[in-house]
């Protein structure tokens, strides 16, 4: 039956006898006597709506999934402003979208990334790869590596241009086997004597196996344990946390609409995150100020405040919200930040300007024109 659907040639019936053709066929699976059978599982791209196609199961961790798309975001860390925005199936890794949504944004006259912060779903090497092809570094915290309790590989040094793995012990091999990766691409594994480790004084907690221990490398194994040895060092440290304002801005185009798409197909969808991440601009540079016009004089003129000069741009933009009147909660609501961050920042500027009270804050403010 499913041949004869997909021999359909009349443009009013093929569309909807082949998407029913792949719901059948991602449903159902023929047994040893050749007869349709419930498939066991979810196949990999199965249709989950038959009215948006186009819909994926997808999965936020193992415990919480979805049914729709996953959208991508790309924002300028310093100005918070979207600098793009993309939307795939929600089975796509996050890794992948990566490098495509950055050489959109690079193609853009006058934008250039340097430096791609992203979350450990983007620490794949061949995410790291893709996004070093497009010109920029990705800095990535590396996932922990777990062997039940027993010795990770982090354990272990290897020495990829010598060809050897040395153990705990102090035990060095050079026993390279023929091995693939959970990609299905070649790699080594590195396998130990298993007399060798059966004498061991460390085998309770190296392995379980009689046949000795063995290490796995991969095609990425340097690029990711040069990342990972990276990621202790201060300055990365203080890079992953700012971070953080990608997730404001993810939440910032949540409180816009996207949390759903109002539209079925991805095409459309995609429509409606541009939109969302204009609106959301538009709002970014209205905090900036972007829009006041100010006389040729304070144009052209350049000003220096020494007490200003010391607030940071976030305590600023507080500061001209205070200044206008808004409580911390409204503050809050308007930079998408929570209003214990609000506070925090209020009793940053007070002891940096030496005040106690918010009054004197917004007269401060207010001789400034920061309003």
Known sequence: ??????????????EPAGLLAQVIDSDTETDEEGRPTIRKGVARDRIVSHSDPEMRHGRKSAS????????????????????????????????????P?????QGVEGIEVETLLGDMAYSDGDTRVAVEDA????????????????????DFVIDAEAATVTCPAGVTTADARPHTDHKGRPALRFVFPAEVCAACALRASC???????????????????????AQVDPAIKALLRRRSKVERKIDHLQ??????????????????ALLAATVANFQRLAVLDAFA????????????DAELDQLTPREREVLRFIARGFTYKEIARELFISGKTVESHVSSVLRKLQMSTRHQLTRWATERRLT
Do not use: W
Not at 86 to 97: I, M, Q, Y
Not at 255 to 272: C, F, I
């Open 255 to 272: 409180d816009l609409g996207m949390r759903q798409s109002r539209y079925r197909g991805r095409r459309k969808t995609r429509l409606q």
């Open 293 to 304: 016009a100010l006389p040729q004089t304070e144009q052209t003129e350049p000003s220096f």
């Open 101 to 105: 949504l950055l050489n959109k944004v």
């Open 1 to 14: 039956m499913l041949d004869e659907v997909r021999d359909i040639k009349e443009p009013a019936v093929a």
């Open 64 to 99: 919480r999934r979805f049914d729709g798309h996953k959208m991508d975001v790309l924002t300028d860390e310093k100005s918070e402003l979207i600098l793009g925005v993309d939307v795939r199936g929600g089975n796509a890794s996050d890794g992948e979208g990566a490098a």
């Open 207 to 229: 392995t379980t196996s009689a046949d000795g221990r063995s290490v796995a490398v991969g095609v990425h194994e340097a690029r990711i344990a040069a990342a990972r040895a």
């Open 135 to 154: 010109g920029a570094t990705l800095v990535a915290k590396v996932p922990p590596v777990s062997n039940k309790g027993l010795f990770p590989k982090t």
